[in-house]
């Protein structure tokens, strides 16, 4: 994956987030400092979680935009968000670890591919959610 997707400015430690709407917020406002999205990406992002949940298991939620979303996004980027103590994704569904993305064409493809792999691992996810520096977080889903 390339370097500029992950970067340490858009992973934020020990997060004290009380719902799903703060998370996807959170999510989508790293994604729009990083000069990923516009504001706009961030309306689309509800609405993907409107149509289904974007909690995958495993302790993890993925938000992301909608297919119509693309006019948003100027660059692939992923933010990710680290909660200890959890956020309720609907359905008893609890995430602890809430990674944002946005994908140009087809690289939304490949970064979930990549994000998948490395959280498909339960252990990866304990490792990512307790983790103490951002650059551990990077090593993880550099490693895949």
Do not use: W
């Amino acid at each position: 994956m390339k370097k500029d997707v992950f970067s340490a400015d858009k992973i934020v430690m020990n997060a004290k987030i009380s719902n799903k709407q703060e998370a996807i917020t959170l999510a989508g406002q790293l994604l729009v400092q990083g000069e990923h999205v516009t504001d706009s990406y961030i309306e689309k992002m509800f609405e993907r979680e409107e149509l289904m949940t974007t909690y995958i298991g495993n302790g993890v939620a993925i938000p992301h935009g909608t297919n119509e979303s693309k006019e948003f996004i100027k660059s692939s980027g992923i933010s990710i968000i680290q909660v200890p103590n959890g956020v309720d994704f609907g359905n008893g569904n609890i995430a602890y670890l809430i990674i944002g993305i946005a994908g140009i064409g087809d690289e939304h493809l490949e970064i979930l591919s990549n994000i998948a792999i490395a959280c498909s691992e339960e252990e990866n996810v304990k490792i990512i959610v307790n983790a103490t520096t951002k650059e551990e977080i990077i090593e993880i889903f550099e490693r895949g």
